[in-house]
């Protein structure tokens, strides 16, 4: 089945203490990337990648890293997480092929909270 | 800047009738607007995707329609059902960019 996973789904953690998201495509995607979504403000990209090693800043990449070794991984790493990072979070993947080049495949999704 | 609109308030219709949600932009013109669906504590699922040069695009009981002019995207549910109640997001793109600009999206609620 293509899909995108992504784990853990919920995360509570406390300010400071580094954290790692994972997430997996099946679909041989070209392209990756990490959102957050918060009431009120919609979905807002983090980061993306068009390949790999190829990674860049969408609109709210602070306090956020991400890497791209494989092309069906793209883990979203944060260093010193912040309770301003408390959202939930989705990892996308699209072909990166054509018309349908930039539609989006999402994850399930993961609850972060940041105490 | 660049902004995607929608309407925060829930759409509240009788199972049947047609749902209309709005997405309008500001500052900028994309070639692509995109539809998806969410659902509670899930990730939004991909609906329908139209190009700058289309008036509309159908997918069953689904419509979309893009006007360069009013800088605006309608997306319609006709007959609607319970099984329609979601959160319905917009988002648009250029051609050669990666970027994706969603709006907050439009819950909708079909009551039987």
């Known amino acids: 089945e293509a899909q995108v996973t992504q784990n853990p789904r919920y995360l509570i953690t406390v300010t400071g203490k580094k954290l790692t998201v994972t997430c997996s495509q099946n679909?041989?995607?070209?392209?990756m990337s990490w959102y957050r979504q918060d009431p009120g403000l919609g979905l807002r990209q983090i980061y993306y990648?068009?390949?790999?090693?190829?990674?860049d800043k969408g609109d709210v990449p602070e306090g956020y890293k991400v890497s791209r070794k494989e092309k069906r991984n793209f883990p979203l790493i944060l260093e010193s997480p912040s309770p301003n990072q408390t959202s939930l979070y989705f990892c996308?993947?699209?072909?990166?092929?054509?018309?349908?080049?930039?539609?989006?495949?999402f994850g399930a999704g993961t609850r972060l909270s940041v105490l | 800047s660049q902004k995607i609109e929608q309407n925060s308030e829930a759409l509240n219709i009788q199972e049947g009738k047609t749902a209309t949600l709005t997405c309008n932009y500001t500052?900028?013109?994309?070639?692509?607007l995109q539809w998806y669906r969410q659902d509670p504590g899930r990730g939004p699922v991909f609906l329908l995707l139209?190009?700058?040069?289309?008036k509309e695009k159908r997918k069953e009981r689904l419509k979309v329609t893009f006007d360069t002019t009013l800088k605006q995207s309608l997306f319609h549910i006709t007959a609607s059902q319970p099984a329609d109640s979601a959160t319905y997001l917009c988002?648009?793109?250029?051609?050669?960019?990666?970027?994706?600009?969603f709006g907050s999206g439009t819950r909708l609620l079909v009551r039987p």
């Open positions: 679909m041989n995607h070209e392209y």
């Open positions: 139209i190009r700058e040069n289309e």
């Open positions: 990648s068009m390949n790999v090693e190829v990674t």
């Open positions: 988002a648009s793109h250029w051609d050669s960019s990666y970027k994706l600009i």
């Open positions: 500052n900028y013109s994309p070639a692509y």
């Open positions: 996308a993947s699209s072909s990166g092929q054509g018309a349908a080049k930039n539609i989006q495949y």
